[in-house]
């Protein structure tokens, strides 16, 4: 992009949800929707938000994975490199990066009763082609709170639980989007 | 007068209320000397006066403070989407023995623990 495409006001920020990075770097049948919608942030569509809190649940998933197949301990060795992945792809791709710790400040209010909030009003979805009933836990809503602090206006995933979360964040289900 | 509907309040199993603890008891302050003591404090029944600010009253200008990120928003460098497209099964081959379910079902125990 050069210069002159430079935006000058940023795009809209979309909170990126774990399993978005997971699928991207993996190989799984909705690898292509979430590369889609990694193109649309390269190409300034949206402006991607993160924090270390979805890095850790990155790395503690893809651990589990590698313990999985190899049938033994992960290493050090690899928590470095799956580190160094989502890092330097979140470093090019101009993705906002906040730490959690200082989202969770009590400077910026209590932490803990927002996510109380969303989990006791956050709304019930049903999917009709499954007709199953999907919900908030405490986790999502958490990262649902580091979203809104970290000033995101959508929340990008695929899972059907963030449905219910519109009062406080507009869901980017890919699965539709893309 | 406003009508509460008590039943539309969640049931709370916990009071949260809580002792601070670095304030003597009243009872130990009442037995030393006999002047009268006025419990005060965030909780008492005059709540709204904890948050009066005069500040605001005489045209104070507060700024409120958003939280500053590590790395700010710049535009994307071209090609990073293809250069880290299943960069991880390149980097370890052996995830590619994960199927799709087995993947998913990490993916969501990460946040439950549905086994």
Avoid at chain 1, 96 to 123: H, M, R
Avoid at chain 2, 4 to 16: D, E, G, L, W
Avoid at chain 2, 31 to 49: H, L, M, R
Wanted: positive net charge; charged residues 25%; aromatic residues 12%.
């Amino acid at each position: 992009m050069s210069l002159a495409q430079v935006p000058t006001t940023p795009p809209p920020r979309a909170y990126i949800d774990t399993m978005v990075f997971i699928y991207h770097f993996m190989r799984h049948r909705l690898t292509p929707k979430a590369n889609n919608f990694f193109k649309d942030i390269e190409n300034g569509k949206y402006a991607g938000v993160t924090t270390s809190f979805t890095i850790a649940e990155y790395v503690g998933v893809m651990r589990k994975a590698l313990t999985a197949v190899r049938n033994r301990p992960s290493t050090s060795t690899d928590v470095s490199k799956l580190r160094k992945e989502i890092e330097e792809f979140i470093s090019n791709m101009g993705i906002i990066y906040f730490d959690a710790d200082t989202l969770i400040s009590p400077v910026y209010g209590k932490l803990f009763s927002s996510t109380e909030n969303i989990v006791e009003n956050a709304k019930h979805f049903k999917n009709p082609r499954s007709n199953k009933w999907y919900l908030v836990n405490g986790a999502d809503a958490l990262h649902v709170t580091l979203a809104v602090r970290a000033g995101a206006d959508l929340y990008a995933t695929f899972d059907d639980d963030f449905r219910g979360v519109d009062n406080w964040i507009k869901p980017l289900m890919l699965f539709e989007v893309y | 007068m406003t009508a509460v509907n008590i039943n539309a309040i969640p049931k709370r199993y916990f009071p949260f209320s809580s002792i601070d603890d670095t304030i003597p008891p009243l009872k130990k302050l009442l037995k030393k000397s006999n002047t009268q003591v006025k419990p005060s404090g965030y909780f008492n029944e005059n709540i709204a006066d904890s948050f009066y600010n005069e500040r605001l009253e005489l045209g104070g200008v507060f700024t409120l403070r958003t939280p500053a990120p590590i790395m700010r928003w710049h535009p994307a460098k071209q090609g990073t989407t293809a250069k880290f497209h299943g960069c991880l099964s390149k980097i370890y081959p052996e995830l590619n023995k994960i199927n799709d379910k087995g993947l998913d079902t990490l993916i969501k125990n990460m946040r439950n623990r549905e086994e």
